[in-house]
């Protein structure tokens, strides 16, 4: 019964030795396999297994891109002012094993080659430069890391400079330029509204006068033509009444009496001088007769009424 017991214990822990030296390793990761203390293999992801007391996992790595955040140094530009600068790397490991036995804590070995490689690069560039290249830094420090750490395993991806601190005073002369050139493009901003302004007013001046002149030349237009239609239609009335006249057949005292309506106008004008045409003459000496018939009685009549009295 016993010898049962023991085999049964025997096979549990085979078991279990069996099972906790299984290993699955995951997706973009790989562990470094040493067997009896040198390395051995690298495993990558899937099912695995080891020899139980002899192999162990020396280092498990990430093959996933990283990014280390690294803090503020203090490095001096060649004119000697002294700022802040704190980058940013992105980096991936390529190699494993390298990067297992390749460099004793890699990622504060990044972080010093990072800081002397910036402190050479700026140490070379005046102030101003180095505010406005930050792109040929970045791409400088990369190359440099990248040939650097290579031998470790890990593939530099890209540098940033995150910030750029330079000192308390000269932050402030930056301010002030900054504000002063705010101001600048304001005034600019303002001239260019005011002039645009100006130019939309002595447009609208322009064509207002424009549109006046059309309306009082639409008007004279307007009016010479209603003056043409106006003498147009009393020419035609008179000539209507003419062939009317005409048709009509009308005597000599109708033409005598129209002579006379006609010499009436002409002498309500402004004219001096008045030449009387002959027939006309002889008409007024008609008219003339005729009122003092119409008026004045006979002198017969006259005489005889004196003679009675």
Do not use: C
Not at 14 to 42: C, D, F, S, W
Not at 218 to 229: D, V
Not at 289 to 297: A, G, H, T, Y
């Amino acid at each position: 019964m016993g010898g049962i017991i023991a085999g049964v214990i025997i096979i549990l822990l085979a078991v279990i030795l069996l099972i906790t030296n299984i290993k699955i390793v995951p997706q973009a990761h790989a562990y470094v396999m040493e067997r009896l203390g040198a390395y051995h293999v690298t495993w990558n992801t899937g099912l695995h297994a080891k020899i139980p007391f002899i192999d162990k996992i020396s280092k498990k790595v990430s093959l996933k891109e990283q990014v280390i955040d690294f803090p503020p140094q203090p490095v001096i530009t060649q004119d000697n002012v002294t700022m802040q600068i704190d980058t940013v790397v992105y980096f991936q490991v390529t190699d494993p094993k390298l990067y297992a036995y390749g460099v004793e804590r890699p990622l504060s070995a990044i972080e010093n080659l990072s800081a002397t490689t910036l402190r050479n690069i700026i140490g070379d560039l005046e102030l101003d430069k180095t505010l406005t290249s930050r792109d040929t830094i970045n791409t400088q420090i990369r190359t440099i890391l990248d040939e650097a750490t290579d031998a470790w395993g890990i593939k530099v991806n890209r540098v940033e400079l995150k910030n750029i601190i330079p000192p308390k005073e000269i932050q402030d002369s930056m301010e002030k330029q900054m504000k002063a050139e705010r101001e600048r493009r304001a005034q600019i901003l303002t001239a260019e509204g005011e002039k645009r302004s100006a130019i939309l007013i002595a447009e609208g001046d322009k064509e207002s006068a424009v549109l006046h002149a059309d309306a009082a030349k639409q008007t004279k237009i307007l009016e010479a033509q209603g003056q043409a239609e106006a003498i147009t239609l009393v020419q035609k009335a008179l000539a209507d009444s003419i062939v009317l006249l005409n048709r009509s057949n009308p005597a000599d005292n109708v033409i005598a009496l129209k002579s006379l309506e006609a010499f009436q106008k002409a002498a309500d004008g402004k004219a001096t001088k008045i030449i009387i045409p002959s027939q006309i003459q002889s008409l007024a000496g008609l008219a003339t007769s005729l009122k003092e018939l119409l008026v004045d009685p006979p002198k017969e009549e006259k005489a005889g009424e004196s003679a009675q009295s």
